[in-house]
């Protein structure tokens, strides 16, 4: 499953404002934005994220993942930081 798949597939299935994959391998790392993650607490975050990739994971394809959400706001902050 390519990065773009992924993105796609993380997009679709929870209506996310952006989400950007990346990998080497098994490992991926995650960011999904959305409004919805101020108020939730980092469990539920991750639960989320994970439920569409499950059959991934149980299967193997992936692996290793590291997940990092943010609001909309947090994100363009993180991008300006980051420029």
Do not use: C
């Amino acid at each position: 499953m390519t990065n773009e798949e992924i993105a796609s597939l993380l997009k679709s299935e929870l209506t996310l404002v952006d989400v950007k994959v990346k990998s080497e391998g098994s490992h991926f790392q995650i960011i999904a934005v959305d409004n919805r993650f101020e108020t939730m607490p980092r469990v539920k975050k991750q639960q989320l994220i994970y439920g569409p990739l499950s059959a991934k994971i149980a299967d193997g394809t992936m692996h290793a993942i590291t997940i990092k959400t943010f609001t909309v706001d947090q994100w363009r902050r993180e991008k300006l930081f980051h420029s």
